[in-house]
């Protein structure tokens, strides 16, 4: 339903001295991607993966270098104009609404896509009751918290019912509450409409509970594609083992400078991945042994996508675990 392939887009090197001028930046490095009608679709990845570049260009707002994108059969290469009719698109940043109250705002997109007075209307009163957001209908959306503002905007987002949902990091800032009524509202319209939603994310947790498939993109290029329980089984037998130390680590103790070498460290906490047989052995030694008395908790844990990611050559900055 949503193809695309060999997406390349380099953004163009900066003006300037030779020596001071940015350099050019191949954002996104030839992407091939299928999304079918009714998934829950996640690009995951760190800071700069050029997710966002991606999605820009999907949703006809930035032009690509080479390459080629369908969506429901339209040619959004060559009609960039026909994705404003398919896709309700919430993007990272969201000033423009910013002057308008959250009613107007919802009411607004309504009649931007299309939907007459009356509907525009209803629609943007059922869609203010879905998120709770009734309460706060009649405030300027630049005099909300950070959390209301997005949940304000993935409101007006939802007006005029596209079929294709591209929300970047629609979440962020939100509290669980605020959370779960996006995530009920998605699945709702994926039941009821068959609603096929792009979600872009760097948080994985999130990932792991709501998406169907993820693609992974790390420098341009997606470097996985699968179910979350598929991409989990390419690291099935490893463990992570998490360590966190009253204090100091105690290094005096061979066996514990040994394990800190390929130990990540992060303050009092030690993150350690290994082979469950392996596992066993260090739990032992760190509880059984005069280390114990040095520890303060630690916890043993099957795999999450942040580890296929790091085990597929991801780098760890960017993404967020809560
Ligand atoms: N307008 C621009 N001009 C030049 N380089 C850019 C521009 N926009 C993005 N980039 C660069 O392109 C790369 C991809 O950026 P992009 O915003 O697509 O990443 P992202 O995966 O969405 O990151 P984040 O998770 O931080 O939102 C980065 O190296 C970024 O610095």
């Known amino acids: ?35 079918g009608q ?37 040619d959004l290469v060559a009609h960039p104009d026909r994705a404003a009719r398919l896709i309700g698109y919430l993007g990272q940043e969201s000033t423009a609404l910013d002057e308008l109250t959250v009613a107007l705002a919802a009411e607004t997109t309504g009649r931007l896509r ?83 939603v792009l979600l872009v994310t760097h948080n994985v947790l999130e990932a792991e509970t709501v998406l169907d498939r993820v693609a992974v993109i790390d420098d341009g290029r997606v470097i996985a594609c699968d179910t979350p329980s598929g991409l989990k089984a390419m690291v099935e037998g490893d463990v992570r083992l998490d360590l966190v130390w009253r204090d100091e680590p105690p290094l005096h103790l061979a066996e514990i400078a040994a394990l800190g070498e390929s130990a990540e460290a992060a303050g009092r906490r ?4 290994m082979a469950q047989e392996e596992a066993r052995g260090v739990v032992a030694t ?27 050559g991801g780098r760890r900055k960017g993404l967020v675990k809560a």
Not at 13 to 35: E, M, T
Not at 122 to 140: H, I, N, Q
Not at 178 to 189: E, G
């Open 114 to 196: 299309g939907l007459d007075p009356r509907t525009a209307r209803s629609e943007r009163d059922a869609v203010l009751e879905e998120l709770e957001l009734t309460g706060l209908a009649c405030r300027p959306l630049k005099r909300l918290s950070g959390g209301q503002r997005r949940l304000a905007c993935f409101a007006a987002a939802l007006v005029g019912g596209r079929p294709m949902l591209v929300l970047d990091e629609p979440t962020t800032g939100m509290d669980p509450v605020a959370r779960r009524a996006v995530w009920a509202a998605i699945d709702r319209r994926r039941a009821e409409r068959g609603t096929t």
């Open 38 to 74: 009714g998934e829950i679709f996640g690009l995951l990845g760190p800071n700069g993966a050029g997710k966002t570049t991606l999605v820009r260009q999907l949703t006809g707002l930035l032009r690509p270098d080479a390459g080629s994108i369908r969506l429901f059969g339209h």
């Open 270 to 273: 030690w993150t350690l991945r």
């Open 1 to 35: 339903m949503w193809t695309v392939r060999g997406l390349v887009k380099t953004y163009p090197a900066g003006r300037g001295r030779k020596a001071a001028a940015p350099p050019a930046v191949r954002a996104n490095d030839g992407i091939d991607l299928d999304v």
């Open 286 to 312: 760190v509880t059984g042994g005069p280390a114990f008395a040095a520890l303060d908790d630690f916890t043993l844990a099957t795999p999450s996508l942040e580890d296929v990611y790091l085990a597929l």
